[in-house]
C-alpha cells in the first residue's frame, strides 16, 4: 500500500502524469491492491463485483460513452463508480475530462490524472507497475555482489569476513550492490532481485578502516543498483571435527519468499584464497546452467573406470 502522491511522485514522469483535479486527495487516498480497473461495463450500472479499492482507467470507449449520455445521467453513474476506497482515475489519451468528472473528483478528494499514453500502454504500464510494488520483501544480512555477471548473496556470522571478500571482488573487477542489509523483492516471474537500502547504497563497512563509498573509490562501474539472486554462498569459520562435501554432488538449496535458491557453505581458515573460492563457484554455477556438472562428470567416469576395473580383474585405479 502506498500513497497515491508517493504513486505520483516515482511514476509521474515516466507515465506523464497530468493532476487535472482531486489535488487534495493525492496525501488521503492510497493504492491498496495491485489491480486496475477499466471503468467499461461498470458506466453502464452494472457494478457486481466491482471492487472499488482499483486505480480506475478510462479510455477512448469510456469517454465517448458518457459523452452520448445526458449530464444527469453522466452524473448518476460517474458517482456509482468514484467511491471512498477508489485511490485514482487515470484518462488515457489526455482526454479532457467533462465537467461532470472534473467536480466529483474535485468534491469528493479523488485525484483525476489524465497521461498521453494509449489505453493499452497505460494498463499494461500499470500493471508492471502495481506488480513491482507490490512484490514480496525480505531483508537478509550479508553483502551481495555480481560475480562474472552472477548475483552472489554472501552470508555468515559477524566479523567472518563478508566485506573484506567483497572488497577483494570489487578489486578484481567484479560489483557491490550492497553491503551489511540486502532487501530482497521478489519478482512475478518467481525469482529474487536484490538491492541495497537508500542511506548504505554503494557504501561498505571495514572494520579497522570505517565506512567507504565503493563508487568514489573504484568508480561507477564497480557499483550497480539491484540484480537477481542467483546463489548464496556462506562463510563459516573452518570446523576440523565438520565433514565438508569434497566432491560436489549434493545440491544444496536455501529457501527465501518460497523461492529456492543454490546454496554452499565455504570454510574459512588462514591461508585460503576466499576471493578466488567465491569466483571459482560462480563459474562452476554458470557451468551448471549451461548444462555442465563437473562433481556429476567425474562420479559417471569414476563409476565407469572402476566397472571397468573390476571387468579387467585390475584392483588399483
Not at 220 to 243: G, H, M, P, S
Not at 279 to 301: C, P, Q, V
Request: glycine share 8%; proline share 3%.
Amino acid at each position: 500500500m502506498f500513497l497515491v502522491e508517493e504513486f505520483l511522485a516515482k511514476y509521474g514522469t515516466d507515465l506523464g502524469l497530468e493532476l487535472v483535479a482531486g489535488k487534495k486527495g493525492l496525501k488521503k487516498r492510497s493504492i491498496k491492491v495491485p489491480e486496475i480497473h477499466r471503468a467499461g461495463l461498470s458506466l453502464t450500472g452494472y457494478l457486481k463485483n466491482y471492487s472499488e479499492k482499483r486505480v480506475l482507467i478510462m479510455g477512448k470507449v469510456e469517454v465517448e460513452y458518457l459523452k452520448s449520455l445526458d449530464p444527469e445521467l453522466r452524473t448518476q453513474r460517474l458517482s456509482a463508480i468514484l467511491k471512498k476506497q477508489t485511490p485514482a482515475v487515470i484518462l488515457a489519451r489526455r482526454y479532457r475530462p467533462m465537467k461532470e468528472l472534473l467536480d466529483l473528483c474535485n468534491e469528493r478528494g479523488l485525484p483525476l490524472f489524465r497521461v498521453p499514453l494509449s489505453t493499452m500502454v497505460l494498463t499494461n504500464q500499470m500493471a508492471m507497475i502495481l506488480t513491482e510494488e507490490f512484490a514480496p520483501i525480505s531483508s537478509r544480512h550479508g553483502t551481495f555482489v555480481e560475480v562474472f555477471d552472477i548475483g552472489v548473496l554472501i552470508e555468515g556470522a559477524s566479523s567472518i569476513g563478508k566485506s573484506e571478500a567483497a572488497l577483494g571482488l570489487i578489486e578484481r573487477g567484479h560489483r557491490l550492490i550492497s553491503d551489511d542489509i540486502v532487501r530482497i523483492k521478489k519478482a512475478k516471474d518467481l525469482t529474487l532481485e536484490g538491492r541495497g537500502v537508500e542511506l548504505t547504497r554503494h557504501h561498505m563497512e571495514i572494520r579497522g578502516i570505517g565506512i567507504i563509498n565503493v563508487a568514489n573509490l573504484y568508480g561507477a562501474f564497480c557499483v550497480r543498483d539491484k540484480k537477481r539472486i542467483n546463489l548464496i554462498v556462506k562463510l563459516e569459520t573452518w570446523d576440523d571435527q565438520n565433514f565438508y562435501d569434497r566432491i560436489g554432488t549434493e545440491e544444496k538449496t536455501c529457501e527465501i519468499l518460497g523461492v529456492k535458491v543454490p546454496y554452499s557453505i565455504l570454510p574459512v581458515k588462514p591461508g585460503r584464497d576466499v576471493v578466488l573460492l567465491i569466483e571459482a563457484i560462480a563459474l562452476n554455477y554458470r557451468l551448471k546452467k549451461m548444462g555442465y556438472h563437473s562433481a556429476r562428470d567425474f562420479k559417471t567416469r569414476l563409476s565407469k573406470k572402476i566397472a571397468l576395473n573390476k571387468l579387467n580383474g585390475v584392483v588399483s585405479l
